[in-house]
């Protein structure tokens, strides 16, 4: 049944991408629970520590079957009425579509928002599984785009990188190097000595940047979960094409930066998160990284 599922996607990839998107429609309904609860449970884990480390009684009426905050506990309800979302109600993006963007219960607006990352990520996920074709290269690449989707969503909410999804897309990607490794014609994942040297070079070059400008300048210029998301496209495609995704991020984060201040008035002091563009320039980077270079380098004149 396999092998005859394989060959069909092998012959026929827009199969394979079509699977993939609807795939990545039901997953992008879940990484919306991800971006949204997530970062709730961290602050409920550092309270319940601080309470912990300060002998602080829990609060009034707290108990710990009313108190369970989990990515499958409580389940999902309207922000406005509170009514619990029945599983018909939660097709992904048909939901939306059929309901007008309105609550069933109490017909209050439902952000746009829900089934922005619901296509997204299926139109990502069939994107990199068109790219890469049926095999692993195309599930790791599938893998780390819903990574970084989740990531992008949690970092522009709240400017925070969880540890509990870089550090495994790290060790992800160093595991995919050793027992899968690259294959011929396929940049994903890399060999494992690309991949160490490329987590390592990572990680260690943002932090070396991080504490020169706190030297220089007194302030923090980005967050160490940064590091950790640098050292994991480092893991997954290796030290050379690191350059080529700072580049990118840099870029496009300087240059919306400016169109922020200048049309929308935003205090030049005030932080921006630089994840969603890490994230965005390794994507690209993972497609389409080694035709980027080779076209600059004939722009630029030094390739023929």
Known sequence: MFTDIAALYAVYP????GSVFVIGLMVGSFLNVVIYRLPIMM??????QIEDLSAAPPAAGATPSADRF??????SACPACKTPIKPIHNIPLVSWLALRGRCAACRAPISARYPTVELATGLL???AAWHFGFGAAACCAVSVTWALIALTGIDIDHQLLPDSITLPLVWAGLLAAVAIGPGAGVAL?????DAIIGASAGYLSLWAVFHAFRLLTGK???GYGDFKLFAALGAWMGWKILPLVILLAAGA???LGV???VFRGRDRAAPMPFGPYLAAAGWLAMLYGQQLVDGYLRVSGLRH
């Not at 827009?14 to 991408?17: K, S």
């Not at 602050?43 to 319940?48: D, H, L």
């Not at 994942?189 to 000595?193: A, E, R």
């Open 14 to 17: 827009a199969w394979f991408a």
């Open 43 to 48: 602050e409920r884990e550092w309270r319940a």
């Open 70 to 75: 989990t990515l499958a506990t409580p389940r």
């Open 125 to 127: 996920s069939a994107w």
């Open 189 to 193: 994942p890399v060999s494992p000595k």
């Open 220 to 222: 923090e210029g980005m």
């Open 253 to 255: 984060g300087a240059c």
């Open 259 to 261: 169109l922020m201040i």
